[in-house]
Structures are given as C-alpha cells and as structure tokens.
C-alpha cells in the first residue's frame, strides 16, 4: 500500500531547500511519459492535504499527448479530475534546474480514497500481489540502455549521435563495454551519477553499449518492484534532464537507428521466501550447471507462456517492434538458456544468492510499472500451474523459430485484447482500456503517409 506524503517531510524539504520556487508533480501515464503539473511553493502543502487535482485521462494519453477517441475516458465522459497525492520519500531536488525546483511522484486516488484503476502504480501492486499472497517477495533491478543524441537534428528531421566534447566528433565503432567511450562524456555520466545521488536513485553500472553513442545504467536490486520502477522512471527523467543541460537530447526509443542495436530495459528478479531465502536457489541442475530449484524453471515456464500476450506493453509503440531483429541483442521468441544473449529468458551465472532471472523483451520504451506487472503475472502463472519451459538453448537463439510471438504492432494489440492470463493481474477493465487506448495510436499511425511511400511507390506503381 502506497505511504503518502507527511507534512513533516514537506516541511523538512522546504527548510532544506531555501528559495524553493516550486515542484514538479509526477504521474507517470499509460506510455511510461512523466505528466503532471508544478506546485508553487504556496500550493505545496496540497501534496499532502486533499492532493492536487488532474484529470483521470492523464493516465490514458496516447503518446502525442492526446485523448484517445476509443475509451471513454476524456471528452467522452468530461473529463473530471481527481484528487493526486504526493508519494512519500519521493520528494527530491531538481539538481539540473536552473531556478531551486522539487520534484515528487504522484498517485491518484478516487473520491473514495482508493487508487485510481489506471494508475501504473496501482497496475503493478495489484499484479504483485499474488506472489506477496504466496509469502514470497520480489526482489528486482532494471537496466536501462539508451542513446545521446545532437540536441539538434539533420535536414530530415533525423537525430544524430552527439559529438564528444572531448573529441568534437561523434563515435561511429561499436566499442561495447569501452572505457575510453565513457571518458569520452564523463562530464555527463558524473553529473548523471550526481543527480542519482540527490534524489536517492540507487544508479550502479554506467557501460557504453553495442551501439555508438549507446550507454547502458544499471539500478541497485530492491525488495519492492514498485520502488524499482519509481528508480527506471527518475533514472530516465535524470538522464534526460542532465542530457539537455549539456546541450543534447537522450533518447530511449527502441530502435532510433535501424543500422545500429535497439535499446532495450532488463529487468532482473529473484524471490524470497519468508526466511529470506531464494527460492530460485536449489541442488546443483545437471542441465543448466547451476545451483537451480524447479521454482526457478517454473517461473520462466510462466514467463515463456506470458510473453506473446504480454507483447503489447514489453513492446508498446511502432518504433518498438524494428527492435526485434535476429543478431541484435534484442530476442525474438521465447528461449531461455544461462549466460545466453540471445535468449529472452536469461539465467545470469551466479552462486545460490544470486540466483535470478533476466528478463530481456521488453524495450526502453516501455512503461517499467505495466511492464513488471507482466514479469510478477508470468512468474505467478508458472509458479502455481508449474509450468515447464522446456529445453534449454545453449546456442544462438535467433537460430529457432519466431512465429510464437506477434512481432507486429497490430498483432501484439490483438494478442493482448485476447488474453485470458492477464486481466486476472492487470484488471480486466485496465486491460480493454489498453488495448483500445493503443489502438487508436496504433491507427493513427498507420494512417500517416511517411516519406518513403513516396520514395518507392510514387513512380513505380
């Protein structure tokens, strides 16, 4: 259950931060894009006493920002605000602002107290909660891969990876796991590290990925998913907001460039029983040559078994889905094998208390609330039905088929519009909500006419 913000905590906020010109209010939407508004310092205590009023179909936004035609939430129904309330330990300095700004996480709640149906937060909790039923609890990471980008784009409108302020020039090898490429924007990654640091985001690893111009930061392994997820999305908002101070643009598209890797968001999970055990820990398994229980293969059974239902949010936009492409580090079906890259279900080489699942579907895209919910409602599937996932691959995974997952926009929405596992997580309402809110996205899409129709079409045909 969510803990809300205390005036003592605001008080001690405003007192540690003199000339504090206001905070930003955070709700994290349907798409996993940060909307809210900023609290004047004079409106702060309404963080905490009655909240601060938003529409509820700020949560339902298409990408664009609009509503969308196909739910009732918008115009359809008047749009009405609720009343969003403050997170408590979420209230933070801005560090790259350049007036003394706040920020906070927010959560809506109905005029009965309760949480807002289509609150991602809500979304996760509710889908957690079958494993806390179990007496099990979660223990989670994410990693986040992304790009920097020239704050200013090419004649076509295309992006451009930054130039180096230590070279003046943009890096073009794929130099994975480089040290010089991070020397490279050392001045970023430590203002990056800096900012995590001011609001308690638990940041580890910073890599240079496969990709030039490509980054990957880690998160520390937390024992509440949704603190998890809170860390993804102030990750994201700190990698962005440092990004535009130096003068560039970070993106986590899913595949900005259709030459160069895919980013993608990993989310890392093991449970704990009661004792404090893992319960992913066994005797050693001869097949996998590690020190694995059932409870581990079961898990990834449920994974396996969930992931084509699931497409729709590991893979929630059009430039999502060019990121499943064989030979690129982003998967494709659902194998599963240890210390495999090119499966979706990876089993990281570990001792008993490290034993844990690497989850790797989803893109950077993605909305991390919606999509541990789908992880928490994989892992609960397998666990209670003791799903097998079968044999494991020891060799290149894009070698198998991939027909078992929709790897189209149009056919992950039906997938997910059919799913019986998921509403019993995600709430049957919140998931015919999403499936319509996406569709009409996904229409409005493909309704566009892009430059290239022309340039193949125009005077063939």
């Not at 003592?8 to 540690?16: G, H, Q, S």
């Not at 111009?213 to 860390?231: F, R, S, T």
């Not at 102030?234 to 440092?242: A, C, D, E, F, S």
């Not at 919606?370 to 209670?384: I, Q, S």
Request: proline letters at 7%; aromatic letters at 8%; one cysteine or more.
């Amino acid at each position: 259950m969510t803990a809300w913000l205390s005036k003592k905590e605001v008080d001690a906020f405003v007192k540690a931060n003199p000339g504090l010109k206001g905070v930003d209010m955070l709700v994290p939407d349907m798409c996993g894009i940060l909307r809210g508004k900023r609290i004047g310092v004079e409106a702060i205590d309404k963080l905490h006493e009655g909240g601060v009023a938003l529409p509820g179909s700020t949560y339902l936004l298409d990408a664009t920002g609009q509503n969308c035609d196909t739910i009732v939430y918008g115009t359809s129904d008047g749009d009405p605000d609720f009343n969003c309330l403050g997170v408590a330990g979420t209230l933070k300095p801005v560090p790259w602002a350049h007036a003394p700004t706040g920020q906070v996480i927010a959560s809506m709640v109905t005029a009965e107290g309760d949480p807002f149906f289509a609150d991602p937060r809500f979304i996760l909790a509710r889908a957690t909660q079958p494993l806390v039923d179990m007496g099990y609890t979660p223990v989670t990471a994410i990693e986040l891969e992304f790009y920097l980008m020239d704050a200013k784009l090419g004649p076509s409108g295309i992006p451009n990876t930054a130039s180096s302020p230590a070279t003046g020039q943009p890096q073009t090898t794929t130099q994975v796991y480089g040290i010089e490429e991070l020397y490279e924007f050392e001045d970023f990654l430590t203002d990056v590290e800096d900012a995590c640091v001011a609001q308690d985001v638990p940041a580890d690893t910073a890599t240079a990925e496969y990709g030039p111009g490509q980054y990957e930061i880690n998160l520390h392994h937390v024992d509440d998913p949704i603190k998890a997820c809170d860390d993804a999305i102030l990750l994201k908002r700190i990698i962005k907001g440092v990004a535009r101070k130096h003068g560039m643009i970070a993106t986590f598209m899913a595949k900005p460039f259709s030459e160069r890797a895919g980013c993608g968001m990993h989310i890392h999970l093991s449970l704990l029983d009661k004792n404090g055990n893992n319960i992913f820990a066994g005797p050693m398994d001869k097949e996998i040559g590690l020190p694995a229980s059932k409870a581990l293969r079961h898990a990834i059974g449920g994974l396996a078994a969930t992931t084509a239902d699931s497409m729709a949010v590991f893979a929630p936009n059009a430039n999502s889905y060019r990121r499943f492409q064989a030979n690129s580090y982003a998967p494709i079906n659902t194998a599963w094998g240890v210390d495999n890259r090119t499966v979706s279900l990876r089993i990281p080489r570990a001792d008993e208390k490290g034993m844990r699942v690497e989850h790797r579907v989803a893109g950077a895209d993605a909305n991390p609330y919606l999509t541990m919910a789908c992880v928490m409602a994989g892992v609960h599937h397998g666990l209670t039905k003791k799903l097998d996932p079968g044999p494991i691959e020891k060799s290149n995974a894009y070698e198998k088929p991939v027909t078992e997952l929709p790897l189209r926009w149009w056919q992950a929405l039906q997938t997910f519009g059919e799913s019986k596992i998921l509403p019993k997580y995600l709430g049957a309402h919140y998931c015919e909500t999403y499936a319509a809110a996406r569709s009409f996205e996904n229409d409005a899409f493909q309704a566009q006419i892009p430059p290239l129709d022309y340039e193949w079409y125009l005077r063939t045909v």
